[in-house]
T-cell receptor, first 114, second 111 residues
Framework: NAGVMQNPRHLVRRRGQEARLRCSPM?????VYWYRQLPEEGLKFMVY????????ESGMPKERFSAEFPKEGPSILRIQQVVRGDSAAYFC????????????FGPGTRLTVT | ELKVEQNPLFLSMQEGKNYTIYCNYS?????LYWYRQDPGKSLESLFV?????AVKQEGRLMASLDTKARLSTLHITAAVHDLSATYFC???????????FGEGTQLTVNP
């Protein structure tokens, strides 16, 4: 059973470009969480999704950031018009259901904005 | 708002010594997690603590939870260099929802 997969692992974007980060949850997992880790800091929650639904987006910046988890395919975290402050590691986690199951983390995507 | 605080944030210790990392949180929680992160890597789950008084041990690491004091500890026994990493605690306030992480403790074990 493959773990949580994220791609790309490293992404370099110039200021003003768009970044798309992908997350494929573990097989059988229908809950996906995105976290951001700024350099030398802990992880901060961004958004929690189930298939076709955003459950909690209270950690998402109000502008430029969006997330989706379609019926088919991976979850996508999209950052429009990136700025230098968006440079961070973005981690995706998945769990099988909502009832307190442990979240399993992917390897992360390291975004660098130049 | 749930706050999770770890201390110390930086810990340099010699091989063979014992030490404890503390994790305090501000509100009632359903469960507490400890993770390890190596530089440039993802998070490795170490322990899941589900109830007051829970104690779990794996190798040289032992974690405990006191829900009344809102405190968890990660105890390191006879440290070895391979334990050098950053250790995070994380709290799940509402089952199956977001995790709130501490700032992390950067542990360096010197030969």
């Amino acid at each position: 059973n493959a773990g949580v997969m994220q791609n790309p692992r490293h992404l370099v974007r110039r200021r003003g470009q768009e970044a798309r980060l992908r997350c494929s949850p573990m097989k059988g997992h229908s809950h996906v969480y995105w976290y951001r880790q700024l350099p030398e800091e802990g992880l901060k929650f961004m958004v929690y999704l189930q298939k076709e639904n955003i459950i909690d987006e209270s950690g998402m910046p109000k502008e430029r950031f969006s997330a989706e988890f379609p019926k088919e395919g991976p979850s996508i975290l999209r950052i429009q018009q990136v700025v230098r402050g968006d440079s961070a590691a973005y981690f995706c986690a998945s769990s099988p259901n909502r009832n307190g199951d442990e979240q399993y983390f992917g390897p992360g995507t390291r975004l660098t904005v130049t | 708002e749930l706050k999770v605080e770890q201390n110390p944030l930086f810990l340099s210790m010699q091989e063979g010594k014992n030490y404890t990392i503390y994790c305090n949180y501000s509100t009632t929680s359903d469960r507490l997690y400890w993770y390890r992160q190596d530089p440039g890597k993802s998070l490795e789950s170490l322990f899941v603590l589900l109830s007051n008084g829970a104690v779990k041990q794996e190798g040289r690491l032992m974690a405990s939870l006191d829900t009344k004091a809102r405190l968890s500890t990660l105890h390191i026994t006879a440290a070895v260099h391979d334990l050098s990493a950053t250790y995070f605690c994380a709290v799940d306030m509402t089952s199956g929802s977001r995790l709130t992480f501490g700032e992390g403790t950067q542990l360096t074990v010197n030969p």
